[in-house]
């Protein structure tokens, strides 16, 4: 009998560790998501030039997709000035041109802008 009663606790005993103990994987999950996240703020505090940077491109392709466009005749721009719809695209394509001669400034050495670099 003791035979016995030592195999029904040892299956027990595997069963309970075979079953995932909830709580501790949340711990799990916890420390391991606290861990990538000051991973994250370290790489961010670092690297904040290079997110500049990274959006400056990507404002310029943005422009200069939407100025083909407006050259093209393909997209065009008003505003309503309480007679009715004025077209604005003559406009709105020299604040782009100008947009991208500002973001080309920053994103050159050549630039007026001042980067001091580290």
């Known amino acids: 009998m003791t035979t016995r009663k030592r195999q029904s606790h040892d299956k027990a005993r595997s069963a309970r560790h075979a079953e995932p103990d909830l709580g501790q994987q949340a711990a799990e999950r916890e420390k391991k998501s606290n861990a ?34 407006m050259v093209a005749g393909k997209v065009l721009t008003g505003e309503n000035r309480g007679s009715g719809w004025v077209d604005t695209t003559d406009k709105s394509i020299e604040r782009a041109k100008t ?17 001091s670099k580290p």
């Open 36 to 69: 990538q996240l000051g991973r994250m703020r370290a790489r961010s505090a670092s690297t904040a030039p290079g997110r500049f940077v990274a959006w400056c491109k990507q404002e310029q392709a943005s422009l200069h997709q939407q100025l083909e466009l």
């Open 99 to 115: 947009r991208l001669a500002e973001l080309e400034s920053l994103l050159t050495e050549k630039g007026a802008a001042t980067i």
